[in-house]
């Protein structure tokens, strides 16, 4: 058995459907449990009509549901199979009915409630879900749809929920793995519900989360997560073109390049599938061939000692100087606190004797922070700074690493470097202008051979 995780763009077309079926298709041995999004961008579309009606514009919100109903109409129109019609035509029919007493609801009450968030919400992965059940078959698939919230048990923090994993388990198990030995299973990501019934929802793009719960409730072999991108890749193609797809990555080393890498996957939300040992896989839904990258719970072991470089622009470094700080303690903590007032979350840190430097990507609050911070300290805010990350695992047993970094950069002031912390990555600060001369330099350094087991 696996889990093959669809997002909402794998999804958002009657094309795009098909592509999904066609994957589906070539691995029905595997006996897949498959896993769906909402189409397109139909969740962020029901949210703003649930805002409008909780703004008194009931009549532009049921518009808005309308159109929704034509657009999953048309697409799923041009593939459910003559036989499915009336199903179809009566599944959209009812769902729609239910959104719009619910968007009644919503501006009745004049608010919408996390609990009408998590309703809102939910019509979306409950329609693609039951939708693409209906479309299988019409591809040779003998399909049956999994209502996510018969199975997924969760708490009742509205929009946030999270599992309650040994019942969840348990459904998975017994109810959604016999399924498996005589159909593919379709389940709504993102969606839950708790012990008394309530629709509830894991958050935004929860549907990640919610296959790993599933891999790991049916004890999948492996979790496919089929998205637009091929994988982890040795380098950000947006600072640097020509990067190679990293093959293998351990967990602890994907979770370092989360905070940069936007678009794939976080790995928080595949933790289930790490602690039962599921290998996850990144896959691409328009380029299939290709392998994607896996990613495993232990040590990848790697003749590259980096496996990736991220980085991310537009950073402010904060250096804060106090003479005070000599010998005294508690000034790290007063200078925390005033990040944590303005809600400001610290990335890199660095500090000497006398000097703290630390770095931050949201400057929303940070004339408030430096007036702060100058009570106490001399200040120095300093924009447009990039940080980029080396990341492998093997990064702390090789020798002469530091010596190749500033070889590669002997052109490049660095402002900032940190290492240690979690002992896989080295992470330096350069201005914004000199992020991609550094990475090529980097990259040219750490990856002019690859080890073929692991990099494409
Ligand atoms: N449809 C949900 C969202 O847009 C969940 C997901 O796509 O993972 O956030
Ligand atoms: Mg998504």
Redesign the pocket.
């Known amino acids: 058995m696996i889990v093959m995780k669809f997002?909402?763009t794998s999804v958002e077309s009657a094309a795009a459907i098909e592509r999904v079926a066609g994957i589906v298709r070539s691995r029905l041995g595997l006996r897949p449990l498959v896993v769906v999004?909402?189409m397109g961008r139909?969740?962020?579309r029901l949210l703003a009509a649930a805002d409008k009606a909780a703004a008194g514009n009931l009549g532009d919100a049921l518009r808005d549901a309308e159109d929704l109903l034509a657009y999953h109409r048309r697409e799923a129109g041009r593939l459910v199979p003559a036989e499915s019609r009336a199903r179809m035509e009566a599944l959209l029919e009812q769902h729609f009915t239910e959104l719009e007493a619910t968007l009644e609801r919503i501006a009745a009450a004049g608010q919408v409630t996390p609990a009408l968030w998590d309703e809102t919400?939910s019509y979306?992965?409950r329609l693609s879900s039951a939708l693409i059940a209906l479309i299988f078959p019409a591809f040779g698939i003998p399909a049956v749809h999994v209502d996510a919230r018969a199975v997924l048990v969760t708490d009742s923090r509205h929009t946030q929920a999270l599992p309650l994993y040994s019942r969840t388990y348990a459904r998975f198990k017994e109810q959604v793995a016999p399924l498996l030995a005589e159909k593919v299973a379709v389940m709504g990501?993102?969606i839950g519900a708790t012990a008394s019934g309530e629709t509830t929802?894991l958050?935004?793009?929860?549907?990640?989360f919610?296959a790993a719960i599933a891999g790991a409730g049916i004890g999948a072999a492996e979790i496919q997560i089929w998205t637009d991108v091929d994988g982890m890749l040795t380098c950000d193609p947006r600072v640097l073109p020509g990067g190679r797809l990293v093959k293998r990555i351990s967990f602890a080393e994907a979770a370092e390049l989360a905070y940069f890498g936007a678009k794939v996957l976080h790995p928080a939300t595949v933790q289930p599938a790490i602690e039962k040992n599921i290998p996850v896989r990144i896959l691409n839904s328009r380029r299939p061939d290709v392998c994607g990258t896996l990613i495993v719970a232990d040590t990848v072991s790697c003749r590259n000692p980096v496996k990736s470089i991220a980085c991310k622009r537009g950073i402010t470094v904060v250096e804060i100087r106090s003479l005070r700080m000599l010998m005294a303690h508690g000034f790290l903590r007063r200078i925390f606190e005033v990040f944590d007032r303005y809600q400001t979350p610290v990335d890199l840190v660095t500090t000497s004797e006398v000097c703290v430097a630390v770095t931050i990507d949201q400057p929303r609050y940070i004339g408030e922070i430096e007036r702060e911070l100058a009570r106490i300290s001399d200040v120095n805010v300093i924009p447009d700074q990039s940080i980029i990350c080396l990341v492998g695992d093997a990064l702390r047993e090789t020798p002469g690493i530091g010596a190749r970094i500033f070889t590669a950069l002997r052109e490049i002031n660095v402002r900032m470097i940190s290492q240690g912390a979690s002992f896989n990555n080295v992470s330096l600060v350069v201005r914004d202008e000199d992020l991609v001369p550094a990475v090529s330099a980097l990259h040219e350094e750490f990856f002019r051979e690859v080890d073929p087991e692991v990099f494409e």
């Open positions: 997002g909402g999004s909402a139909t969740t962020n919400a979306g992965e990501g993102f929802t958050g935004r793009g929860g549907s990640d919610s």
